[in-house]
């Protein structure tokens, strides 16, 4: 009698062939995968109940001598002059949910001015952006009439105009600064390397792209993250310590008017200065010029160098005003 004996089938197979099936599932339902645990670094929104108010001179009222005076019957505090002193300015504040992937690179032919094509090393960041629908809202006191506090209320949709800084943390020989910059590019040529490398089953905009969208309110039933990219090239490939600056998360600002930098008769606003409320996402990377390779970029500071960043050792990322 002939035997016939089956093999098992090892588990190495099954895994793979598991994870073939998986794929093929979300490529007939429309669902973009997954990444795997710890691919992805998701920064939550970040709401400061000081962002909902401000207190300001209208120096358009205060810089006009002629409107102070001194009443007979009320106190100067009741007179235009003496009212535009400390004004509260208060508004609803939004904040975006930031997610990112390692910072990486890529090698694409990048066509030039003159229409030449040069290749090019790009630096990349992929990210996603997520509406929670929360918003900062200032709240009149229902009990003592003027006075405020703020709560987190819903807020509806919202756009995102991306900037995105890529600024080196250097420093020279002598201990100053470099300064050196480099603004986030559309380059059509490398967003389709990076879509093909990166996320070949979701769409990834760039700046431009993303800037034409309207943000949903994502809730538990409906995810409406956005994923885009952004990219710089021509960076300087000594730099080590660097630091990338996320703008158009929120719109969190302040503003200030230096004193004698608006004077009587000049238009509205004259020396107003704005700063805004930006993601600093701190990076480093231990290589030298001569080799640039993606696997070395860390996203952190380096033991020891928190000063180049204004930081404290280990703050990964932070919120600045600038």
Known sequence: MMCLSVAKPCSVCCLAAL???????????????????????????????????????????RANAAAKWRPELLTDSRTLYGMAEGVKFRRDVSCLEFAFKPLRMIHVDVPGPDGKVERKLVWYLVYSIRNTGNVLKPVESANEGGVYATEIGKGGSVRFIPSFVLESRDLTADGQPIDKAY????????????QAREARDRTLLNSAQMAEQILPPSDGRADNRVWGVATWTDVDPRIDFFSVYVGGLTNAYRWADPAGAYQ?????????????????????????????????????????????????????YRWVYR
């Open 19 to 61: 994870a073939l099936v998986s794929v093929a599932l979300a490529g007939a339902s429309g669902q973009a995968r997954e990444f795997a645990p710890g691919v992805v670094t998701t920064i939550p929104p970040d709401f400061e109940p000081e962002e909902a108010v401000s207190t300001h001179d209208l120096v358009e009222i």
């Open 183 to 194: 603004l986030d590019r559309v380059m059509p040529a490398a967003d389709a390397a990076i």
């Open 264 to 316: 009587a008769g000049d238009p509205p606003g004259t020396g107003r200065q704005f700063t805004r409320k930006t993601l600093q996402l701190n990076f480093w990377r231990p290589g030298d010029e001569h080799l640039e390779d993606e696997k070395e970029i860390r996203f952190g500071v380096a033991r020891g160098k928190g000063d180049l960043y204004d930081v404290s050792e280990g703050v990964a």
